[in-house]
C-alpha cells in the first residue's frame, strides 16, 4: 500500500515529538495502514475513559476476537458516552440472540454501524433488574450449600443477570431451584466442579438448566 506524503510527514513530527524513534514512527504508519484514522486525528492516543463503560467490559462480553485494537480506538476516540452506554447495554441480549457467531457482525462493525440502534426481530429491549435485592435472595437460596455467596454485584454480573432477566425473568426461579437440587451443580456428587453465579447466569447454561440437562 502506497502511504500519502501528507501521512509519512505527520509521522515523521509525531516521532520527532515523542522522542525520536522508527518504533514510534513505524507505529503511526500502522494505525494509518490499519485503519485506525481516529487515533491520528487523537495525536496516536486513546481518550481516557472515567466512567463504567470501559472497553474491556464491552470486549469481554461480545466474545468474538476480531480487529481488537481497531475496535478499542473506536470505543475511546469516537464514540460518545451515550453511543457506549447503549452498546454495553445492548450487547448481552444481542450476544445471546445470536449464539453462532457466524450470524454475529464483527465487532468492528457492529460498533461502526451502531448496531444498537437497529430493531432485531425478536430481540427485547433489555430490562434492568434489582441486583442489590437479587443477590440477598441468592445467598439466602444457597446459604447451606457449597454454591459461593456473593459479596458485591459487579458490573459483569449485573450484565449477566439483566440479559437472563430480559430473557427468562419468569424462569428464573424454578431454574434455581434446579440448581439446589442437582448434586452436580452444588457439588454434591463429588466430581469438585460447583455452580456459581457467573456459571448459571451465562444465558446458555441457564437454558440448559432450564431444559432439565442436569437434574441429576
Not at 516521532?15 to 485506525?36: K, L
Not at 474491556?56 to 460518545?80: A, P
Not at 455467596?149 to 426461579?173: F, P, W
Not at 431454574?175 to 456459571?199: H, I, M, N, P
Request: with cysteine.
Amino acid at each position: 500500500m502506497d502511504i500519502p506524503k501528507y501521512v509519512m510527514e505527520a509521522a515523521s513530527n509525531y516521532a520527532s515529538s515523542h522522542g525520536g524513534g522508527a518504533a514510534v514512527y513505524d507505529a503511526y504508519i500502522c494505525g494509518f495502514v490499519t485503519g485506525n484514522k481516529e487515533r491520528l486525528r487523537n495525536n496516536g492516543q486513546l481518550k481516557p475513559i472515567d466512567d463504567e463503560y470501559t472497553f474491556d467490559r464491552w470486549w469481554k462480553m461480545y466474545s468474538y476476537s476480531v480487529d481488537k485494537e481497531k475496535c478499542r480506538v473506536k470505543w475511546h476516540n469516537v464514540l460518545t458516552f451515550e453511543e457506549r452506554k447503549r452498546a454495553t447495554e445492548h450487547t448481552p441480549i444481542y450476544v445471546a440472540a445470536t449464539p453462532d457467531k457466524k450470524f454475529r457482525r464483527h465487532p468492528y462493525s457492529y460498533l461502526t454501524r451502531k448496531t444498537w440502534e437497529n430493531k432485531v426481530d425478536g430481540m427485547p429491549q433489555l430490562v434492568e433488574a434489582d441486583a442489590e435485592k437479587f443477590m440477598e435472595y441468592f445467598n439466602k437460596k444457597f446459604e447451606y450449600t457449597d454454591i459461593p455467596k456473593l459479596s458485591e454485584m459487579t458490573d459483569e454480573r449485573k450484565g449477566l443477570l439483566n440479559t437472563v432477566y430480559t430473557l427468562y425473568r419468569n424462569d428464573i426461579l424454578s431454574v434455581l431451584d434446579k440448581v439446589k437440587e442437582s448434586r452436580l451443580l452444588t457439588g454434591e456428587d463429588g466430581s469438585g466442579f460447583r455452580a456459581t453465579f457467573e456459571w448459571i447466569f451465562k444465558p446458555s447454561n441457564f437454558l440448559r438448566i432450564k431444559e432439565g440437562y442436569y437434574d441429576r
